[in-house]
């Protein structure tokens, strides 16, 4: 058989998948409306046959996967590659074993490629659409907004202002933004002033002892928190913007402080915590020792120091009289927001020159309400995305 023909009737299992999904829910829907009535005594429903697929020898399986993998390099195509993690429980065992994280591959498969570091030589590229109206952020994975097609969705946000500050919450989905929703990444907290940024996290940081936010963390103990709920923001980061009221100070200068990644993940055979799962029950047992499983050894993250980035100087251009950067063609327009992030270290942490001159995170703008992003280890895209929102907050104090 051909790997078309695996393809398409993969594509077709798939929607297989959907359509028991959705008579099992139509099923629970009538049962929860008759249930008052008497039913009468029936036969049970055969389960489910297995097609062929299921019972495949695991030489033969794991090289279908791997041709499927290999072939299917981008989205939308990619999808197929979650549906092979869907057909049953082998299938989606030696799926996880073939697919290699970002770091690895350069690619961005399953929703916890979010959460992992991106790749170490080429950035993946992703840009940002602004909604004014409904005060949202929609970040997409490819080089520029497609006409025809339709984007790779990776994660969104939602701006809400309060008394004290502003948040920007972090969902998988461009249509709930609820904490108690199993689509919650996380969120942006703003100081009044706009100047200093947290950014937590629903999960804690693989072995890491990172404090959760004290107001959540009070939900551990109560025997009412439902299973795939996020229980618990993290403080993962802070972005801190300095002042310069009297704007003598040029462009806006910021530092990133990223407690959950220790300096040590850029040093020479340095690596970064990976998580490899999104945590499945969370209820009155939960705490941060049974943190997701990731890869990498154990550090304890609140022994070492953490890896600080900070703005690339800009040079002053004479002739256009104006701070330029070289964003290589994937920054257009100017503007305040732009910004390049390198590292910032020590002498004494011994990270190469070459090292802190890399490019960490860029962010720029290419049209109204257009933005790109592109990032690479050792951040992961959600870190790098709520590190690009806190350009979006108004910072009079800072500009």
Known sequence: M???SIVRELKEMRDGIGSISRRRVESRHCHSCTKSHIVP????????RQGPWANLPPELLMDIIRRVEESETSWPARAVIVSCASVCKSWRVATKEIVKTPEQCGRLTFPISLKQPGPRESPIQCFIRRNRETSTF???LGLVPLENEADKL???A??????RGTDFVISLVANEFSRS??????KLRSNFLGTKFTIYDSQPPYEAGVIPNSRSSRKFHSNQVSPRVPACNYVVSTV????NVLRTRGPRRMHCTMNSIPVLAIQEGGNAPTPTSFPQVIDEHFSP????????????????????????????????????LNFKGRVTVASVKNFQLVAAVDPSHNVSAAEQEKVILQFGKIGKDIFTMDYRYPLSASQAFAICLSSFDTKPACE
């Open 2 to 4: 051909s790997l078309k």
């Open 41 to 48: 005594d029936v036969t049970p429903l055969e389960p489910i």
């Open 138 to 140: 929609l970040l997409y």
């Open 154 to 156: 990776l994660l969104a």
């Open 158 to 163: 939602k701006k809400i202002r309060r008394a």
């Open 181 to 186: 929703s199993n689509t919650y990444v996380g």
């Open 240 to 243: 801190a913007y300095e002042l």
């Open 289 to 324: 020792s049974s943190a997701p499983k990731g890869k990498g050894p154990v550090t304890d993250l609140n022994s070492v120091d953490p890896l600080v980035l900070k703005n690339k100087a800009p040079r002053w251009h004479e002739q256009l009289q104006c701070w330029c």
